[in-house]
């Protein structure tokens, strides 16, 4: 029996036998302790009952994963007064009773858990040398204590996703403390507001630019200052720039037209897609034609460094491009125009008369839309439509 540096265990914890398996470290580790204290009646008893073992997963120990094997014991209350009998010894501070894990093993899950997320902190944890899922990390991480919101003066408030592009919910931030206060299971302004009417001190809320935040705070904190956050600020301020700065590439390029759209598109008898998709916003088309001036401007390098007699690598290397696409620029004599994705075919586009006409007849359900197209020999999925 010893007790080792590498692995600090609990005052009266020995470690009786060390094996390495293919999986890590199995420790068997005893308890000495000569007595144990009722978890009913806080009193001490030196009556052992029996003993059993059971076994925990604890911190990795160089790089290996490590099971503990512990021994525990239980004991009699010798208290008459006590309800308890018999109890089992409890070694507080290194593993809870029933517990699967060591505290230490779970602290680490937990410090992971909060600096990645499930998923990474799984794959971080395997190679720390820890096995959990991420669904253990995520319900380590749930367990820990909710911290106390306290009184909220200035909240931020914006949407967040559940499901990118699908499902969205609100947070609020304490501003003061930057810590999450709730977390809220859609974006709609009579969710927020009912929220912000719990609150009474709410002075300032920090939102977005869009109109539903503004109406929630108007409708649930009318008290409140409101104000646009920095973040957003920032991302229209940025939006803004990109606008000015194609119109300024698209105006130097005025001659430069882009090529018409093709003919076939033209003679094609189904809807088109514009007819059936909401237009492209005009900034999209700007930032377009801003991708396109700066394509205009690298075919122009691409042409002048062949005439200086630069060999293709080499321009290839210096303006960051492929060397196939710098030859296929050199033949053609200039860059081929970029197709535009939305005008692209899709198997819906034969259909689109008909589901327009279904919809103008009052079909509204995308399901009973699908088995219809379906019927037709329609390949697409039910999501598609
Ligand atoms: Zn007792």
Same mark, same amino acid.
């Given at each position: 029996m010893e007790r080792t540096p590498f692995l600090p265990l609990p005052e009266g914890m020995l470690i009786d036998e060390v094996q390495i398996t293919e999986n890590g470290l199995l420790i068997t580790v005893i308890a000495t302790h000569p007595t144990s204290r009722c978890p009913l009646c806080s009193e001490f008893s030196s009556s052992i009952h029996s003993s059993y073992r059971r076994r925990v997963r604890d911190v990795s120990c160089g790089g290996r994963q490590v099971q503990l094997c512990? /021994?525990?014991r /239980? @004991?009699?209350? &010798? *208290? $008459?007064?006590c309800q308890r009998k018999i109890f089992t010894e409890r070694i507080p501070q290194f593993v809870e009773p029933w517990a699967r894990m060591t505290i230490r093993y779970c602290q680490a899950l937990q410090s992971i858990g909060l600096s990645t997320c499930g998923k990474g902190g799984a794959k971080l944890a395997a190679r720390l040398g820890m096995q959990a899922s991420r669904h253990t990390i995520l319900h380590r991480i749930m367990a820990? !204590?909710?911290g106390s919101a306290g009184s909220v003066v200035s909240v =931020?408030?914006?949407?967040?996703? @559940? +499901? &990118? =592009?699908y499902r969205f919910g609100t947070i609020l931030v304490n501003l003061e403390s930057h810590r999450v206060v709730d977390l809220l299971p859609d974006r709609r302004a009579e969710t927020a507001a009912?929220?912000? &009417?719990? !609150? !009474?001190?709410v002075m300032v809320v920090s939102r977005d630019r869009g109109g539903e935040y503004a109406s929630a705070a108007t409708q649930g904190a009318p008290q409140a200052i409101q104000c646009a956050d920095r973040f957003h600020i920032v991302k229209n301020l940025t939006e803004a720039a990109q606008l000015l700065v194609? +119109?300024?590439? $698209?105006? *130097?390029?005025a001659p430069l037209k882009p090529e018409e759209p093709q003919q076939d598109e033209q003679r094609n008898p189904v809807i088109s897609i514009e007819e059936w998709r909401p237009p492209e916003p005009a900034y999209v088309e700007k930032a377009r034609l801003a991708r396109r001036? =700066? +394509?205009h401007a690298r075919s122009q390098q691409v042409v002048e460094l062949c005439e200086q007699h630069m060999p293709t690598q080499e321009i290839a290397r210096q303006l960051g491009m492929g060397e196939r696409t710098v030859r296929a620029w050199l033949k053609r004599g200039t860059f081929p125009e970029a197709k535009k994705r939305r005008k692209r075919q899709s198997s819906f586009d034969a259909f689109a008369p008909f589901v327009l006409k279904r919809w103008q007849n009052g079909e509204r359900t995308g399901l009973a839309l699908w088995r219809e197209m379906k019927a037709q020999g329609y390949t697409g999925t039910e999501r598609s439509v």
């Open positions: 512990l /021994t525990v /239980t @004991f009699f209350c &010798r *208290n $008459a007064l820990l !204590p909710d =931020g408030v914006d949407d967040f996703s @559940f +499901r &990118r =592009g009912q929220w912000m &009417r719990k !609150p !009474p001190d194609a +119109r300024c590439q $698209a105006e *130097n390029l001036a =700066g +394509r």
